[in-house]
């Protein structure tokens, strides 16, 4: 399995952009994905995401992107989106997409990033004031 991270860019303080998260390789069937971001001299962290549980989905997001970003996910496509809106410069880094495929997971454990198998390469974003 391999994941595929695009739609990052340059945009202004609230501006919008979609990212995608395209999944490819063998059937691929997740147990949770998520969007993670690193800033500069900073550590990866939790930006989102879904899980899947006995045909429920939860989607959870970080304080900071509440009510901003929406995580998707188009199951045809094998694709997971993130739509950020009202994009700030705080929001600045590259773009991690991460896929657990081996357990699954419990909502605590979501922003961890030894929880996932699968990371995309990243995608930059980057938001001018």
């Known amino acids: 399995v391999q994941l595929q991270a695009s739609g990052g860019g340059l945009v202004q303080a609230g501006d919008s952009l979609r990212l995608a998260c395209a999944a490819s390789?063998?059937?691929?069937?997740?147990?949770?994905m998520a969007w993670f971001r690193q800033a500069p001299g900073k550590e990866r962290e939790f930006v989102a995401a879904?899980?899947?549980?006995?045909?429920?989905?939860?989607?959870h997001y970080a304080e900071s992107v509440k009510g901003r970003f929406t995580m998707s996910r188009d199951n045809a496509e094998n694709t997971v989106y993130l739509q950020m809106n009202h994009l700030k410069p705080e929001d600045t880094g590259v773009y991690y997409c991460?896929?657990?495929?081996?357990?699954?997971?419990?909502?605590?454990?979501?922003?961890?990033?030894?929880?996932?198998?699968?990371w995309g390469q990243g995608t930059q974003v980057t938001v001018s004031s």
């Open positions: 991460g896929a657990v495929l081996r357990v699954r997971p419990i909502v605590s454990s979501l922003w961890s990033t030894t929880l996932y198998d699968v």
């Open positions: 390789g063998r059937t691929f069937s997740a147990n949770a």
């Open positions: 879904m899980r899947w549980n006995a045909g429920n989905v939860g989607k």
